[in-house]
């Protein structure tokens, strides 16, 4: 079991940008992979960057260039730095972490961009 807490969101913006933060309440070295997804207003959860336990990424096509994912094991950590922010950034953003077969969730931060 793992408890995650995410921060850092808030009200910004456009073009502006925000670091959001996931902390673990235990060691995520033996998770396989950690990701953000953001839900968006009226729409599902999805998939904005994911970072495995080498340090390989991969974002959704409308982050790219934009949002950078970063992991941190010796602190327990994850980080999402997000520049060039853009209004249809705005959503729910949650932290997960994927350690088979089990998958964790934080309770998401609030990011608002608004135009």
């Known amino acids: 079991q793992v408890h995650l807490v995410e921060s850092g969101g808030g009200l910004v913006q456009a073009g502006g940008s925000l670091r959001l933060s996931c902390a673990a309440s235990r060691t995520i070295f033996s998770f396989n992979a950690m990701a953000w997804y953001c839900r968006a207003p009226g729409k599902q959860r999805e998939l904005v960057a994911s970072?495995?336990?080498?340090?390989?990424?991969n974002y959704a096509d409308s982050v790219k260039g934009r949002f950078t994912i970063s992991r941190d094991n010796a602190k327990n950590t994850m980080s999402l730095q997000m520049n060039s922010l853009k209004p249809e950034d705005t959503g729910v953003y949650y932290c997960?972490?994927?350690?088979?077969?089990?998958?964790?969730w934080g309770q998401g931060t609030q990011v608002t961009v608004s135009s």
């Open positions: 970072i495995t336990s080498t340090g390989t990424t």
């Open positions: 997960k972490a994927e350690g088979a077969p089990y998958a964790y």
